[in-house]
């Protein structure tokens, strides 16, 4: 009885999770297929690539750690180093596809231009929490205080949240367990990155990193279709007195409870269920193995997506075509 609240809220979330993340799959359709963002958007001395302050040329990453939980254990790095290697990961993504001297429309690369751009409205734009492992993170988003400062700091700025883990030597299956929890606990997609083997729909990252899929990466990324948009995209730091500044967080629970184990499991089959595809979504994991790399400057059309897709056309997913 005593989570029952929980139990009971847990289906609602895993809805609003399910409507959420369409929506958000419908948008980056939008921005790689429908009305594609080609490369060269950005260049390559914009903030979603340096993650500089263009008012003082500081660096936004470190002004933009919102939460840090205290320290129980030594770790390697600080605090500001891990988020400096995050940060830089995900600002390299954006600069694949950034437009410089010798790239005018940006270097080939894994994922479509669009897709990276994404990732500077994730590093320059959102904030940063970073606790020790997956435990102290499950303790401090299941103590009430802590959950409504967060969601109250989440509502306020519209900021996309990084969730880092001090912890690289981490436990494979708690984290799909955690990364379930924390799609059980809220309405949001979210995936589990880091230094170990690809988890669930999650992606490569120095650091374990959850990412708390908001949707306030939409408007930002969906600006840089003009220069003006894109000039103008970039947000002023966060003012952190303002947000996290209580002090009897992380008095919540210790133990995971069905909810997230079953949707952890389910995740697991799911993904299973796919074979080679495995869990990448936007592109055909077989074909990225095989080396296939976009093209920014001959992205495949819509029509010959449904081609590739419908009558096996001899195209290249989502990039150049075959000869």
């Not at 001395?45 to 340096?50: D, G, K, L, M, R």
């Not at 969906?222 to 500044?245: H, M, N």
Request: charged share 25%; proline share 6%; with cysteine.
């Amino acid at each position: 009885m005593k989570h029952l609240g929980y139990y009971f809220k847990a289906p609602f979330n895993w809805i609003g999770h399910n409507l959420h993340n369409s929506y958000g799959i419908l948008q980056v359709f939008d921005l790689t297929w429908f009305r594609p963002i080609g490369g060269g958007a950005v260049k390559e001395n914009h903030p979603f690539v340096t993650g500089l302050d263009p008012l003082d040329g500081k660096t936004l990453w470190t002004k933009n750690i919102i939460f840090q939980s205290p320290r129980k254990r030594e770790f390697n790095q600080t605090d500001e180093e891990i988020v400096l290697k995050v940060m830089g990961f995900l600002s390299r993504m954006v600069g694949a596809s950034a437009s410089s001297e010798k790239y005018p429309k940006g270097r080939k690369d894994r994922m479509p231009p669009a897709v990276n751009y994404i990732h500077g409205t994730v590093h320059a734009n959102g904030v940063s929490l970073i606790f020790d492992d997956f435990k102290d993170g499950l303790a401090h988003f299941t103590c009430k205080n802590f959950l409504k400062d967060f969601k109250k700091m989440i509502h306020t700025e519209k900021r996309e949240p990084t969730i880092i883990f001090r912890d690289r030597d981490y436990d494979s299956e708690e984290f799909k367990i955690f990364s379930c929890f924390m799609k059980t606990q809220f309405p949001f997609f979210g995936n589990p990155n880091g230094n170990k083997k690809r988890l669930h729909w999650g992606t490569p990252a120095p650091y374990p990193v959850f990412n708390l899929i908001t949707g306030y990466w939409i408007t930002p990324t969906q600006s840089l279709r003009t220069e003006k948009g894109a000039a103008s995209v970039t947000r002023s730091a966060i003012d952190r007195s303002l947000y996290l500044q209580g002090k009897n967080y992380g008095t919540g629970r210790s133990e995971y409870l069905w909810p997230e184990q079953f949707w952890a499991s389910f995740t697991d089959n799911r993904i299973k269920a796919r074979g080679d595809r495995g869990g990448v979504y936007f592109t055909d994991k077989r074909k990225l193995d095989n080396g296939f790399k976009y093209d920014p400057e001959n992205l495949i059309t819509l029509k010959e997506r449904i081609g590739e897709r419908v009558f096996g056309d001899p195209i290249e997913i989502y990039g150049t075509k075959t000869s």
